[in-house]
């Protein structure tokens, strides 16, 4: 099954920003750090133009550590402007408003800076925005697709951010960037098979993250993902009628904990990966 979500509202969304660029200085690229290289897809890039922009990933205390510390390693040999923040705790914003008003400074903005706040669904756009402005100016919801069209929100006296909707693209290049993107919350899920993704969630941790999988849901090993998803049923005590496991139940559990970073801190995304793709 690959996953895709592309309703009219995103195409029309990415159409819109672009009509936007006129008025906007700079963008805010705004991607998942558990997913440094899918959360940023080529559509902003297609939006970016020429434009001004800098990188920034959110939920950093929902990502691996290592993997974090590898990338700014790699963004700094490269010369790339990116920040790693976490909009709970507010860590990193104020080292990202300090490069943004250095920008200002830089170009020589008489006026407030105007910046446009883009990424992918869920991935907590709305929410810098108002970790920036002190006040909750923008709406949040902890699913995809909350904010409908772009709206400026004036933070303080140097800036101006825009609040933009979430979009994806019409095709993920691989398919198993539909999958990383939908486990981290920013596809809708009625586009998708939950057990199906639940069991992809349990490959990828049994593969890359084991002690944290057997950790959260006591198991003492693991085996194959089918029977692992069974097991994590059972221990979690969801039976059905019957006493067989209740598999949606436990799906949506897998999916919830997994997403909300409860199973533990986890990158999809390392440095190495792409460096031996490239080879
Ligand atoms: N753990 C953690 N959760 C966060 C962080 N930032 C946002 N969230 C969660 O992500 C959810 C989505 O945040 P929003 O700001 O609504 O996301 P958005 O990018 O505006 O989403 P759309 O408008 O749907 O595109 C929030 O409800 C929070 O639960 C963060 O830094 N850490
Ligand atoms: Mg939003």
């Known amino acids: 099954m690959a996953i895709q979500w592309y309703p009219g509202h995103m195409a029309k969304a990415t159409r819109q920003m672009k009509e936007q660029l006129k008025n906007v200085d700079i963008i805010v690229v705004l991607g998942d750090a558990r997913a440094v290289r899918r959360s940023i897809i080529g559509s902003f890039l297609e939006v970016i133009g020429n434009k001004r922009y800098c990188m920034v990933f959110n939920k950093s205390d ?44 830089r170009f020589r903005f008489d006026r407030e800076v105007r910046v446009m706040i883009a990424g992918i669904p869920n991935v907590g756009k709305s929410m810098l925005i108002n970790s920036i402005a002190g006040r909750a100016s923008a709406q949040t919801g902890n699913r995809p697709g909350v904010t409908k069209g772009n ?3 004036k933070v303080n006296k140097e800036f101006y951010l825009m609040d933009t909707p979430g979009v994806l693209t019409p095709k993920f290049d691989q398919e198993a960037d ?7 919350g920013s596809v809708k899920d009625t586009v998708f098979d939950k057990e ?21 849901y006591k198991l003492s090993e693991l085996t194959t993902p089918i029977e692992t998803y069974e097991q994590i049923g059972i221990n979690r005590g969801f039976r059905s009628k019957g006493g067989i ?10 999916l919830d904990e997994f997403k909300n970073g409860k199973i533990g801190r986890i990158s999809f995304d390392r440095v190495g990966d792409m460096d031996n793709e490239a080879e």
């Open 62 to 105: 929902l990502a691996d550590e290592k993997a974090i510390e590898e990338w700014k390693v790699r963004f700094k040999e490269e010369n790339i402007d990116a920040f790693f923040i976490d909009c709970m705790s507010k860590k990193g914003i104020k080292e990202l408003l300090t490069h943004l008003s250095s920008l200002k400074e």
């Open 245 to 254: 496991v209740d598999y949606d139940r436990t799906a949506n559990i897998i």
């Open 196 to 216: 199906e993704l639940a069991l992809k969630v349990i490959e990828f941790m049994s593969e890359k993250y084991p002690a944290l999988l057997k950790e959260r």
């Open 178 to 184: 539909g999958f990383v993107l939908a486990s981290l």
């Open 151 to 153: 709206r400026w929100v």
